[in-house]
């Protein structure tokens, strides 16, 4: 395995410090702080179980540098509060102690600053994402933020850890002092690019004056800004050459948000690329990089020099050292959904524990039981009804935990829905969790019984300690609906994907799923030349589906030239004539009016979008017959994929 990894496990010299391997847990925010805004036991062990899988690098989440950015309290900083270094000393040695480095990323957010209270800062008087207009920093306030990331880096040290990130991405006040669309000034911090650098640059010499040679000091820029950050890669290469002329900047990193599953693997490493052919100091890329066979091979072209592999840490943080051990079967690969990641943590005014949709021990791992496996008391025999993921992960826990398992899937193979929504263009990632999984059944020896439907009587033959019944759901299905019997009617979306019924060439789909199901479908069509038009009722469709992900596949809704119309329900259908309602709103509440909003003249096929209901008759006729029978996963509700999993993951902690 060294020899296969001899790049990706190799250490490196950043500044004075030695990174032991080139896997970097990235700044991000998994909304696990203590209320005070520093690292507790839940935040701790969340970074601890990286370390303990073996990561080089482990980099905290943002920490505010100034009043302005916000404040906490009555503090200006979160190392300012009572305590506050003295308990982030306590987590950063809980990391060393595997022998992984800490560093704390060091942030301002300017015209992007949330909480503060009163008008924030930045570059230029500007106009906010809310409206407001932005204050001007004059000069002595620009000094008076420098100072601040350079007292707050000393901070970092007396707290022992081993270097500091300036978090110079993602439109926050660095990279607003970078752009000229948002740096307007005419002093030495404006105009061409050795003024709009001359911030960041200042930054990174203070810090070194507060802190010395021997810790080191990084800076994650965004290279190449893709929705129009006022600047380019070209640009991005002239500002490195200046960020490292002094010789205190020990790497720079790269962030440009976090590539869905429509994204290729490895899509944003042009990034780093890029920066390596201008400094001589380490580079750190990342986007999409989740596999240490990726990793290693983007390492060997000289891409980049170390790498962030978050969300891949996120879904298996023992990634490292599986790979180190030769087990890369195991690895449980990140599938670029951000179900579990980036949409639990980026609801506005909500923000959840991270977690991951098929990894339900991210964001527990302080939890006894989740992170290390506890054995069962007693072994009992257990039997899972449903291969889909909410009885895979049952599947798998109970036996790890030491009970005997049978596992019965009714169809010819492992995965339940995500097998049918992997059809759809650039969803072919869902496939990971069921080759995940059916790798695990074989490697636990799980006894997996396929083509095996279960009655009341099958389980009485089994005479089974427990029951675990993972059913699913099944379509919900339009009733009352003129017309909704005919031949052109596929009555659930499902069975488009699964190769079920013909469709024509003119489609209208109508959607009332709210999540991808609808729009997947949509796009699959599109894709094989189809004519498609999607109908809902709210005003955005798929309101439940993940942001970023929902932002490409609209994307592409738009190249296959899908036409997604709001406000329409179906009313009826006569042959190849679609009647359509309009959906009116009254005391916040969408009501669907018989008023006639549209007709629609030469539908081929009309695909319904409606959803799907518990199917739970086996677990009702079972629940009283049995001590333990449980329900798990969309038998137990119908919901997303990550609690279905979670589900699964919880009952067979209990057994």
């Given at each position: 395995?060294?020899?296969?990894?001899?790049?990706?496990?190799?250490p490196?010299?950043?500044?004075?410090?030695?990174i032991p391997?080139?896997?970097?847990?990235?700044?991000?925010?998994?909304?696990?702080?203590d209320?005070?805004?520093?690292?507790?036991?839940?935040?701790?062990?969340?970074?601890?179980?990286?370390?303990?899988?073996?990561?080089?690098?482990?980099?905290?989440?943002?920490?505010?540098?100034h009043?302005?950015?916000?404040?906490?309290?009555?503090y200006?900083?979160?190392?300012?509060?009572?305590?506050?270094?003295?308990?982030l000393?306590?987590a950063?040695?809980?990391?060393?102690?595997?022998?992984?480095?800490m560093?704390?990323?060091?942030?301002?957010?300017?015209?992007?600053s949330y909480?503060?209270?009163?008008?924030v800062?930045?570059?230029?008087?500007?106009?906010?994402?809310?409206?407001?207009?932005?204050?001007?920093?004059?000069?002595?306030?620009?000094?008076?933020?420098?100072?601040?990331?350079?007292a707050?880096?000393?901070?970092?040290?007396?707290?022992?850890?081993?270097?500091?990130?300036?978090?110079?991405?993602?439109?926050?006040?660095?990279?607003?002092?970078?752009?000229?669309?948002?740096?307007?000034?005419?002093?030495?911090?404006?105009?061409?690019?050795a003024?709009?650098?001359?911030?960041?640059?200042?930054?990174?010499?203070?810090?070194?004056?507060?802190?010395?040679?021997?810790?080191a000091?990084?800076?994650?820029?965004?290279?190449d800004p893709?929705?129009?950050?006022g600047?380019?890669?070209d640009?991005?290469?002239?500002?490195?050459?200046?960020?490292?002329?002094?010789?205190?900047?020990?790497?720079?990193?790269?962030?440009?948000?976090?590539p869905?599953?429509?994204?290729?693997?490895?899509?944003l490493?042009y990034?780093?690329?890029?920066?390596?052919?201008?400094?001589?100091?380490?580079?750190?890329?990342?986007?999409?990089?989740?596999?240490?066979?990726?990793?290693?091979?983007?390492?060997?072209?000289?891409?980049?020099?170390?790498l962030f592999m978050?969300r891949?840490?996120?879904?298996?943080?023992?990634?490292?050292?599986?790979?180190?051990?030769?087990?890369l079967?195991?690895?449980?690969?990140?599938?670029?959904?951000?179900?579990?990641?980036?949409?639990?943590?980026s609801?506005?005014?909500?923000?959840?524990?991270?977690s991951?949709?098929?990894?339900?021990?991210?964001?527990?791992?302080?939890r006894?039981?989740?992170?290390?496996?506890v054995?069962?008391?007693?072994?009992?025999?257990?039997?899972?009804?449903?291969?889909?993921?909410?009885?895979?992960?049952t599947?798998?826990?109970?036996k790890?935990?030491g009970?005997?398992?049978?596992?019965?899937e009714?169809?010819?193979?492992?995965?339940?829905?995500?097998?049918?929504?992997?059809?759809a263009p650039?969803?072919?990632?869902?496939?990971?969790?069921?080759?995940?999984?059916?790798?695990?059944?074989?490697?636990?020896?799980?006894?997996?019984?396929?083509?095996?439907?279960?009655?009341?009587?099958t389980?009485?033959?089994?005479?089974?300690?427990?029951v675990?019944?993972?059913?699913?759901?099944?379509?919900?299905?339009?009733?009352?609906?003129?017309?909704?019997?005919?031949?052109?009617?596929?009555?659930?979306?499902?069975?488009?994907?699964?190769?079920?019924?013909?469709?024509?060439?003119?489609?209208l789909?109508?959607?009332?799923?709210?999540?991808?199901?609808?729009?997947?479908?949509?796009?699959?069509?599109?894709?094989?030349?189809?004519?498609?038009?999607?109908?809902?009722?709210?005003?955005?469709?798929?309101?439940f589906?993940?942001?970023?992900?929902?932002?490409?596949?609209?994307?592409?809704?738009?190249?296959?030239?899908v036409?997604?119309?709001?406000?329409?329900?179906?009313?009826?259908?006569?042959?190849?004539?679609?009647?359509?309602?309009?959906?009116?709103?009254?005391?916040?509440?969408?009501i669907l009016?018989?008023?006639?909003?549209?007709?629609?003249?030469?539908?081929?096929?009309?695909?319904?979008?409606?959803?799907?209901?518990?199917?739970?008759?086996?677990?009702?006729?079972?629940?009283?017959e049995?001590?333990?029978?449980?329900a798990?996963g969309?038998?137990?509700?119908?919901?997303?994929?990550?609690?279905?999993?979670?589900?699964?993951a919880?009952?067979?902690?209990?057994?």
């Amino acid at each position: 395995m060294a020899e296969q990894f001899k790049h990706l496990f190799s250490p490196i010299k950043v500044g004075n410090i030695t990174i032991p391997n080139r896997i970097v847990v990235p700044g991000h925010f998994p909304a696990l702080r203590d209320p005070d805004m520093l690292p507790g036991e839940r935040l701790t062990a969340y970074w601890e179980s990286k370390a303990k899988g073996g990561v080089g690098m482990v980099c905290s989440g943002i920490w505010s540098v100034h009043k302005s950015a916000p404040p906490h309290g009555d503090y200006d900083t979160p190392l300012q509060t009572p305590g506050g270094i003295e308990k982030l000393k306590k987590a950063a040695g809980r990391i060393q102690q595997h022998g992984t480095k800490m560093f704390i990323q060091l942030w301002h957010g300017g015209a992007n600053s949330y909480g503060v209270g009163t008008q924030v800062w930045a570059p230029s008087e500007i106009q906010t994402a809310t409206g407001s207009k932005t204050h001007a920093m004059t000069n002595d306030e620009v000094k008076e933020v420098i100072e601040g990331f350079a007292a707050e880096a000393y901070r970092g040290q007396q707290a022992g850890l081993d270097g500091v990130e300036i978090h110079g991405a993602h439109g926050y006040l660095i990279t607003q002092f970078m752009s000229p669309q948002t740096n307007h000034r005419t002093d030495e911090y404006g105009g061409d690019h050795a003024g709009r650098i001359k911030f960041a640059c200042d930054i990174i010499d203070a810090i070194r004056a507060s802190v010395g040679k021997d810790f080191a000091v990084g800076i994650r820029i965004s290279a190449d800004p893709i929705s129009g950050g006022g600047y380019t890669l070209d640009d991005t290469k002239i500002f490195a050459e200046m960020l490292t002329r002094s010789g205190n900047l020990d790497y720079i990193a790269t962030g440009a948000g976090i590539p869905p599953m429509y994204y290729p693997l490895g899509s944003l490493m042009y990034h780093a690329a890029g920066i390596k052919e201008v400094v001589d100091i380490p580079v750190i890329g990342g986007g999409r990089v989740t596999d240490p066979v990726q990793a290693e091979q983007i390492l060997e072209d000289n891409q980049a020099d170390l790498l962030f592999m978050n969300r891949a840490l996120i879904c298996d943080p023992e990634m490292p050292n599986k790979a180190r051990e030769g087990r890369l079967e195991e690895i449980r690969h990140c599938m670029g959904c951000s179900e579990g990641c980036w949409m639990r943590v980026s609801q506005d005014g909500n923000p959840q524990g991270i977690s991951c949709t098929y990894n339900p021990t991210a964001g527990k791992e302080e939890r006894p039981g989740w992170l290390e496996m506890v054995p069962a008391e007693k072994k009992k025999k257990v039997m899972v009804i449903g291969g889909g993921p909410a009885g895979l992960e049952t599947a798998r826990v109970a036996k790890s935990r030491g009970h005997d398992v049978t596992l019965w899937e009714k169809g010819d193979a492992l995965g339940g829905m995500t097998l049918v929504g992997a059809k759809a263009p650039g969803r072919e990632e869902l496939l990971e969790m069921s080759r995940y999984y059916i790798y695990q059944m074989k490697l636990l020896d799980v006894d997996v019984r396929l083509n095996s439907s279960v009655t009341t009587e099958t389980v009485k033959g089994e005479n089974p300690d427990v029951v675990v019944v993972a059913t699913g759901s099944i379509p919900m299905i339009a009733k009352d609906i003129p017309g909704i019997d005919q031949d052109n009617v596929i009555k659930h979306v499902r069975g488009v994907l699964s190769g079920e019924g013909d469709v024509g060439e003119n489609v209208l789909i109508v959607d009332n799923q709210r999540h991808i199901e609808g729009l997947a479908t949509a796009d699959f069509l599109a894709d094989q030349g189809k004519k498609v038009e999607v109908i809902y009722p709210l005003d955005s469709p798929a309101p439940f589906m993940e942001s970023i992900t929902k932002m490409a596949l609209r994307q592409r809704l738009g190249w296959g030239d899908v036409k997604l119309t709001p406000g329409l329900h179906l009313l009826s259908i006569s042959g190849n004539s679609v009647t359509l309602g309009i959906v009116e709103q009254a005391d916040g509440r969408s009501i669907l009016s018989d008023k006639v909003g549209r007709v629609i003249e030469g539908v081929d096929t009309i695909i319904l979008s409606y959803g799907g209901v518990e199917d739970n008759d086996l677990y009702y006729a079972l629940k009283d017959e049995y001590p333990e029978v449980y329900a798990a996963g969309d038998c137990n509700g119908v919901r997303k994929m990550l609690w279905a999993v979670n589900d699964g993951a919880t009952i067979a902690r209990k057994i």
